[in-house]
């Protein structure tokens, strides 16, 4: 059962561009919204995270899009840079005895032409 | 500072043979999580420990596997025998809110 489901698979955009990758999510009981980056022959970093009390949430180029009613969410990357280029996973928990178990979307691959 | 420590990065076994990946989190995290990376399946959780003990093994694909956590500093997953169907990239990470979780590199395991 995929509680968490990721859009595109991959994706191409051009340098200086948007990057826009989309989840949906069926648990409302998920209260945790990261978003990891991996690079090849790496494991994921934590890349940017939410929670459902705000709707936005901005950190550099990184954006998370938040919204509870639709149970979906989406990273946007501004100014999308070669360095980009990677894999994204979201990811979802909720608290469960006071630590949290993530629920990781397939991933989606970027990549950034110059 | 030293992230999550992954022993060995790559490992090449026959069939049948036991193997054993090695994890050191990092220090003050209590929470330390196996994960398995597949083209087909994706990110895996297997077992996650909190405070060492193991609170969930549902992810365990079957008893060929294990996993123990001794002590604060060190974890291992072993698998008994090995299977090709085993090949993947093996992630360990840490945490000690059990949100912010580390990865370490992970053990990239092939079985012929």
């Known amino acids: 059962q995929q509680q968490v489901k990721q859009s595109p698979q991959s994706l191409i955009v051009q340098k200086g561009g948007i990057s826009i990758i989309n989840c949906a999510y069926e648990n409302t009981a998920f209260d945790y919204f990261p978003w990891y980056q991996q690079f090849p022959g790496k494991g994921p970093a934590l890349l940017i995270a939410i929670r459902p009390d705000v709707s936005e949430k901005k950190e550099g180029r990184f954006t998370i899009s938040f919204n509870k009613s639709a149970k979906q969410f989406s990273l946007h990357i501004m100014d999308s840079q070669p360095g980009d280029s990677a894999t994204y996973f979201c990811?979802?928990?909720?608290?469960?005895?006071?630590?949290?178990?993530?629920?990781f979307g397939t991933g989606t691959r970027l990549l950034v032409s110059p | 500072d030293a992230g999550v420590i992954q022993s060995p990065r790559h490992e090449v076994t026959e069939m049948g043979q036991e193997v054993t990946l090695r994890c050191k989190p990092i220090?003050?995290?209590?929470?330390l999580f196996w994960y398995r990376q597949t083209m087909m399946r994706g990110l895996e959780l297997l077992i996650y420990f909190n405070n060492n003990v193991p609170i969930d093994d549902s992810g365990m694909p079957e008893d060929r596997f294990s996993a123990k956590m001794p002590n604060a500093s060190f974890s291992t997953l072993k698998i008994q025998p090995s299977e090709p169907r085993d090949s993947a990239v093996y992630f360990c990470?840490?945490?000690?809110?059990?949100?912010?979780?580390?990865f370490g590199p992970g053990t990239r395991l092939t079985v012929t």
């Open positions: 990811a979802a928990s909720k608290k469960n005895t006071g630590f949290q178990k993530l629920v």
């Open positions: 990470a840490s945490s000690f809110t059990g949100n912010e979780q580390y």
């Open positions: 220090s003050g995290h209590n929470s």
